[in-house]
């Protein structure tokens, strides 16, 4: 099966979270067409003003996901601190929406990146680009791997320019990763897994 251009781009991220995305996502460029949605392990209150910061530095708009906001492009959300965040079918069928729920932590983590990856896996089949940055543990692994069955894109932050080589350490050296790329290119690799053709 052919991929086919990226339609939604995933992001977990956890411990050096805050810089690395600073860093980044001001790189995406404004007309990228996607929407992006993020986890940063963060406790509640915090992703709020990461994304208000994050907000004044980017091209896109960036701000703390609200329960049934529907998923648009150019836009990154960021799963609340304390609460688990997924991607749901709207009304209309159609249209993707994000939920918003009070589940269990998932490898002891809520926001859980496991826990969003499996739902854009589900949802976007050979249309959604997996990242996986900066932090400590394996809450990613097991949604990446998902992600990749169903044809996505995987992109792992490499070892020497990570705080912690948790996260994408699986990724990065099982060959689960189609990228392996430092923080510094990996908005680049982002926009060509959008922009294929």
């Known amino acids: 099966m052919k991929r086919s251009n990226a ?11 805050p810089n690395a ?39 896109i708009a960036v701000r703390e996901a609200k329960q049934g906001e529907p998923i648009v492009p150019n836009t990154a959300l960021i799963a609340p601190g304390g609460k688990q965040m997924k991607i749901v079918a709207g009304a209309d069928g159609k249209s993707r929406i994000v939920k918003i729920t009070d589940d269990p932590p998932e490898n002891s983590c809520k926001p859980s990146v496991d826990y969003l990856f499996r739902s854009v896996a ?34 792992a932050q490499d070892e020497a320019s990570c705080v912690v080589f948790g996260m994408p350490k699986e990724a990065a050296e099982t060959g689960l ?11 680049d690799s982002i926009v060509r897994t959008v922009r294929m053709g």
Request: proline share 6%.
């Open 122 to 155: 589900h949802h976007y089949v050979g249309r959604a680009t997996g990242v996986i940055m900066t932090g400590m543990g394996s809450d990613g692994t097991a949604g990446l791997k998902l992600i990749k069955q169903n044809d996505g894109t995987i992109i």
């Open 177 to 187: 990763a189609d990228a392996v790329v430092p923080l510094t290119e990996i908005a």
């Open 7 to 17: 339609e939604i781009v995933a992001i977990g991220i956890s411990t050096g979270g």
């Open 21 to 59: 995305l600073a860093k980044m996502l001001p790189m995406i460029p404004k007309d990228i067409g996607v929407p992006f949605l993020i986890v940063q392990h963060m406790p509640p209150m915090f992703t709020r003003s990461l994304a208000n910061s994050l907000a004044a530095k980017c091209n």
